[in-house]
Nanobody
Framework: QVQLVESGGGLVQAGGSLRLSCAASGRTFSSYSMAWFRQAPGTEREFVAR????????DYADSVKGRFTISRDNAKNALYLQMNSLKPEDTAVYYC???????????????WGQGTQVTVSS
């Protein structure tokens, strides 16, 4: 079992930055690939970024590539998402998720956090 708790969301102006964190429980954190997804009102949950268990492989949605950076600290059981040059269209609830497979598909993720709201004003 893995329990995930996100933090770091908030209200920011367009062009600003936020850093999301995800604290994970359990002693096998490094065996899980991790990802960030987001969901805006009236839309489906969409992939944002993923990172392999070792942290050596990362992948980003085209909409955030070059602006967001995913990272992890396995010693601290922590996942991060550094978000720069934020845009109003980045407004959503952001979720961290854990999976035994390195995937972009939400269906592949077994464990989810409760989400943290990110609002970007224009």
């Amino acid at each position: 079992q893995v329990q995930l708790v996100e933090s770091g969301g908030g209200l920011v102006q367009a062009g600003g930055s936020l850093r999301l964190s995800c604290a994970a429980s359990g002693r096998t954190f490094s065996s899980y690939s991790m990802a960030w997804f987001r969901q805006a009102p009236g839309t489906e949950r969409e992939f944002v970024a993923r990172i392999s268990g070792s942290g050596l492989s990362t992948d980003y949605a085209d909409s955030v590539k070059g602006r967001f950076t995913i990272s992890r600290d396995n010693a601290k059981n922590a996942l991060y998402l550094q978000m720069n040059s934020l845009k109003p269209e980045d407004t959503a609830v952001y979720y961290c998720a854990a999976s035994r497979s390195y995937s972009r598909r939400a269906q592949s993720y077994d464990y989810w956090g409760q989400g943290t709201q990110v609002t970007v004003s224009s």
